[in-house]
């Protein structure tokens, strides 16, 4: 067993591959070993060459108004700002601390979608 870390796409379709092989091996052998330090070494290359980036706030909560089926008016009520809701999904006006608060405590969105730029 030699895993080395993963530098180029080549290397890292050849782990891919192998890991495959061995993906259902038992714990503490050679192959569940190998596993275990390929999807480390994999995890690492995918975290360095394919970010996914986050999405904005807006959408994060256009999403979630989709998913409650919520209306504009329902939004407004929970931002505790009826009037500022279309100007807050258009992204003319930011997101207050206290809209914030409220669309993390009410519609569970987490914090760190909310707060990112936009």
């Given at each position: 067993m030699y895993v080395q870390i993963i530098k180029t796409k080549t290397q890292y379709e050849k782990a891919l591959q192998r890991f495959e092989k061995?993906?259902?091996?038992?714990?503490n052998t050679k192959e569940g070993n190998e596993a275990q330090l390929l999807a480390l070494v994999i995890k690492n290359y995918e975290d360095k060459h394919f970010k996914i980036d986050s999405p904005d706030?807006?959408?994060?909560?256009k999403y979630r108004m989709a998913q409650m089926n919520l209306t504009k008016t329902q939004l407004g009520e929970i931002l505790g700002h009826a009037?500022?809701?279309s100007v807050i999904?258009?992204?003319k006006r930011?997101?207050?601390l206290e809209m914030v608060r409220n669309l993390h405590k009410k519609l569970n969105?987490?914090?760190?979608?909310?707060?990112q730029a936009y």
């Amino acid at each position: 067993m030699y895993v080395q870390i993963i530098k180029t796409k080549t290397q890292y379709e050849k782990a891919l591959q192998r890991f495959e092989k061995i993906f259902h091996a038992k714990a503490n052998t050679k192959e569940g070993n190998e596993a275990q330090l390929l999807a480390l070494v994999i995890k690492n290359y995918e975290d360095k060459h394919f970010k996914i980036d986050s999405p904005d706030p807006v959408e994060v909560i256009k999403y979630r108004m989709a998913q409650m089926n919520l209306t504009k008016t329902q939004l407004g009520e929970i931002l505790g700002h009826a009037t500022r809701v279309s100007v807050i999904l258009s992204k003319k006006r930011k997101l207050t601390l206290e809209m914030v608060r409220n669309l993390h405590k009410k519609l569970n969105i987490p914090l760190e979608s909310l707060v990112q730029a936009y």
